[in-house]
């Protein structure tokens, strides 16, 4: 059994002594986590930028109709409408704002205005434009208020605005009642991390576990696993030892993910035992895919590159790059067919549903079936390779 145990260490300290593999086991994870949390995750908060240079009170009552307004939003201030451009482009704003000089003065003059509003074609934040769109019309039912009183009844403009303003708030209005069918495309998520953390724990596991079998190619055909079979270590050992070793690499990546998410990001994993359980499980189902890969690879390149191809396109079908829930037809059935897909399947249980171990034993009982087929077949062809070369 200490053979075995040596062996996996060997094969451990193989891949955290190559460089290239720190980047991508333990820098490139936690990069995409915060992306994905950017593209698909919400805080609930809406970040909106505004140019409000000399736009007078006006412009400042309208910005101000904003932040009241029934979205949530974070205005943040800029100076000119290339930072809203930018900003846009970056991420760091959903919708920009541009209240052009003079607002208050033509306005007040009863001239045209016109203001700009930056977003992306495809932004999924709808209802922060929406809110723009409601702010302006009441904005503009109040100064059109004001100044037919200005004009025909001889009021002062302010005069009127204060009172259309205050008389405006007592409007009953139209009362728009929401009934939702169905259930939303996301679950309900308090931390906009929390889909991200998930979907990378399960592609880098994998994709790890694959790139480790690379290492089994060069211990055959270095001639190691037939140097140790001369040893008297028995021939169970020595593939136990193999099999520890990819487990031990997939371990790692998952556990550095899940911990580094919840102490970083603050995701929360549901239920200790049933992540555990989805964790170790998954990581066996990476070890039998790597110990299949490893075994029946000609050299080191060839499993290199047939694991990560299948690592990509398995981790994309399973939902680990975009979210399964945006799949149709016959994609969301596809998906279903992957061990990635029930992986995090299993997560999304643990984390928005509350579930516990015994509510997540179907998606445990398909990836127990991939584990079993794939070590069972890797170790098959690892025994033979050492006995009859």
């Avoid at 900003?87 to 205005?113: C, K, M, N, Q, T």
């Avoid at 050299?299 to 790059?321: E, F, H, T, Y």
């Avoid at 975009?322 to 299993?346: C, K, N, R």
Wanted: net charge negative.
């Amino acid at each position: 059994m200490r053979a075995a145990i040596t062996i996996a260490r060997v094969n451990l300290l193989r891949v955290l002594r190559d460089r290239t593999n720190l980047f991508f086991v333990f820098l490139l994870p936690l990069i995409l986590i915060i992306a994905l949390g950017a593209a698909f995750g919400s805080t609930g908060v809406s970040r909106l930028g505004v140019v409000a240079t000399d736009a007078g009170p006006l412009g400042d009552e309208l910005v101000a109709i904003l932040e009241d307004g029934p979205v949530e939003v974070d205005v943040r201030s800029r100076s000119s409408l290339d930072e809203l451009r930018a900003g846009v482009e970056d991420g760091d704003l959903e919708f920009g704002l541009l209240i052009p000089p003079g607002y208050d003065e033509s306005l007040r003059a009863g001239e045209p205005v016109e203001l700009t509003v930056v977003s992306r074609p495809e932004s999924i934040f709808a209802a922060l434009g929406q809110g723009i769109d409601s702010a302006v019309a009441q904005q503009s039912a109040r100064i059109r208020a004001a100044t037919v009183a200005a004009d025909f009844a001889a009021v002062d403009f302010d005069a009127a605005l204060a009172t259309a303003t205050t008389v405006q708030a007592d409007l009953g209005g139209i009362t728009i009642e929401e009934v939702t069918l169905g259930e939303s495309t996301f679950p309900s998520i308090g931390n906009p991390f929390a889909l991200g953390a998930q979907s990378q724990t399960v592609l880098f596991m994998f994709l790890t576990s694959m790139t480790a079998a690379t290492q089994l190619v060069l211990t055959r055909q270095l001639g190691v696993s037939r140097r140790m079979l001369a040893t008297p270590t028995p021939v169970r050992f020595i593939l136990l030892g193999e099999l520890l070793g990819r487990f031990g690499v997939a371990m790692m990546q998952g556990l550095f993910i899940v911990l580094a998410s919840a102490f970083l990001f603050g995701v929360s994993w549901g239920d200790l035992a049933g992540a555990t359980a989805l964790i170790v499980i998954f990581a066996l189902v990476g070890t039998g895919a790597a110990m299949v890969v490893g075994v029946f690879a000609r050299n080191p390149d060839q499993a290199g590159s047939v694991g990560i191809v299948a690592g990509m396109i398995l981790g994309a079908l399973g939902g680990a790059m975009v979210p399964g829930e945006l799949f149709g037809e016959p994609m969301a059935t596809i998906s279903q067919f992957t061990p990635q897909y029930w992986a995090i399947d299993g997560f999304r249980e643990l984390a928005f549903y509350e579930a516990g171990l015994t509510e997540i034993l179907t998606q445990l009982a398909v990836l127990v079936g991939y584990a079993v087929v794939l070590v069972g077949i890797g170790t098959y062809g690892l025994r033979r390779s050492l006995i009859h070369g």
